[in-house]
């Protein structure tokens, strides 16, 4: 099971924003962070805890291992108006976290 | 360019059957493991199945084991969900995605626009 906190967050453009997942269990690195906006498909951001996918802003960051793993936005832009979730990677069943939406 | 284009969704009755297909093009689709994965309206992402590259190994959700099938085509570039016993809960959009190969593990590069399925009398 993952938890994300918070589950929504107001920033201004500039801010930095952090977003916080935990695993019930340890995953290791094995956790993705994806990205989506009102009525489109998620897109990855980020897998194996911190690898940017290519293509992907700089300011999008990852980090963690174990239980406890992080989503930081260095500098909000108008265009990360969005949900973002994380999601397990480890075993099977996936698991996704609840998301967290990002409101400008 | 990579490109997963779903087809087949609607409205169907509880206790129906549907099958969503999703064709796929820009990548060697014999190559990569692929997934379905459902998001009901207003909620979040939840994982529903997943297949291996030549379809002879599945994974279900424990909410969809028994009920619905995952199979693909690789003559056709096609990948399929037949769902059957359709409950309201199955209600939402299904999404095709590409499972990233080497360190992508179990983790989803690529996701198509989406099926809309509702169940419903």
């Known amino acids: 099971q993952m938890t994300q906190s918070p589950s929504s967050v107001s920033a201004s453009v500039g801010d930095r924003v952090t977003i916080t997942c935990r695993a019930s269990?340890?995953?290791?690195?094995?956790l993705a962070w994806y990205q989506q906006k009102p009525g489109k498909a998620p897109k990855l951001l980020i897998y194996g805890a911190s690898i940017l996918q290519s293509g992907v802003p700089s300011r999008f960051s990852g980090s963690g291992s174990g239980t406890d793993f992080t989503l930081t936005i260095s500098s909000l832009q108008p265009e990360d108006f969005a949900t973002y979730y994380c999601q397990q990677a480890n075993s099977f069943p996936l698991t996704f976290g609840g998301g967290t939406k990002v409101e400008i | 360019e990579v490109q997963l284009v779903e087809s087949g969704g609607g409205l169907v009755q509880p206790g129906g059957s549907l099958r969503l297909s999703c064709g796929a093009s820009?990548?060697?689709?014999?190559?990569?493991?692929m997934h379905w994965v459902r998001q009901g309206p207003g909620k979040g992402l939840v994982w529903v199945s997943r297949i291996s590259t030549d379809g002879s190994s599945a994974r279900y959700a424990d909410s969809v084991k028994g009920r619905f099938t995952i199979s693909r085509d690789n003559a056709k570039n096609t990948l399929y969900l037949q769902m059957n016993s359709l409950r309201d809960e199955d209600t939402g959009v299904y999404y095709c995605?590409?499972?990233?190969?080497?360190?992508?593990?179990?983790?989803?590069?690529?996701w198509g626009q989406g099926a809309l399925v509702s169940v419903s009398s």
């Open positions: 269990q340890g995953i290791r690195g094995w």
């Open positions: 995605t590409r499972e990233g190969s080497g360190t992508y593990y179990n983790t989803l590069d690529y």
């Open positions: 820009g990548f060697t689709f014999s190559s990569f493991w």
